[in-house]
């Protein structure tokens, strides 16, 4: 499913390759991307907010396409709304994880989905700095036929 | 001033090289920043959300940058927390405006950054596909010495 996802990232939007992301975990419920700092640098020698934003915001889209693979459905999923938050600025590598919440979170999306051909799901991604949260980005996903 | 900020953002954020980021027009109070689409495709054709992300905040971050740079101030511009809706797809060039919302708002900036040597701004980029609004994006700057 890594490479799986990885490949369709860097094919179906290629500025993924300049940002360098990187799936680097999956767990069924959890995800982490990553993306190199010297491809994401700014002008203060720390990560650009609009990488910060990218790796944020196609981490849940990635765990959105992995939950459809695993259940053989097809759709476009696309960013609606999101909120981010720059709590401590990324002086390394850039990590993003996001997971769901829980089951029940899992199962009335398919549920909406499988039924309307339509759902909405909201996902949070977070970066770390050290211990502490570097980003927080909540997302609001369509996913449709 | 369009041709200082052009090469202030390509210098200090290289991913901005790849995005392809123009400055297309700034007139005092307001900014237009764009991007070929090309650049900046997605798998539906239309421009990847982290690259509309990516030029609204960049909009509001060279607007405040030109600000700066008329009252001969010296700092740094930092976002801080921001909200972005997707309201239309955007199928062509990316061009975001931002502007201030009137003097009042330039002078109480200006005011308390010179007295305190960090102030906050509030900012707004607006991306259109054609007569429509596309993109909604809301920013919390932070300017520092």
Redesign the interface.
């Known amino acids: 499913m890594i490479s799986t996802i990885q490949t369709?990232l860097n094919s179906?939007?290629?500025?993924t390759n300049?940002?360098g992301i990187k799936v680097d975990e999956y767990t069924g419920n959890a995800i982490k991307i990553s993306a190199p700092l010297e491809?994401?640098?700014?002008?203060?020698n720390t990560a650009?907010?609009?990488?910060l934003?990218?790796v944020s915001?196609?981490a849940g889209w990635s765990l959105i396409y992995a939950l459809l693979k695993e259940n053989n459905l097809q759709g476009?999923i696309?960013?609606?709304?999101?909120?981010?938050?720059?709590l401590n600025p990324v002086t390394g590598k850039i990590v993003a994880e996001s997971q769901f919440m829980d089951e029940l979170q899992i199962n009335r999306f398919l549920k909406q989905y499988e039924r309307k051909g339509i759902a909405r799901i909201k996902l949070s991604s977070i970066i770390k700095q050290g211990a502490k949260n570097a980003v927080v980005f909540n997302g609001s996903y369509v996913v449709h036929l």
Chains 1, 2 share one sequence.
């Open positions: 369709v179906e939007i290629p500025l300049a940002i491809n994401n640098i700014n002008h203060k650009f907010g609009g990488s934003y990218s915001v196609l476009h696309v960013i609606q709304e999101s909120n981010i938050q720059y």
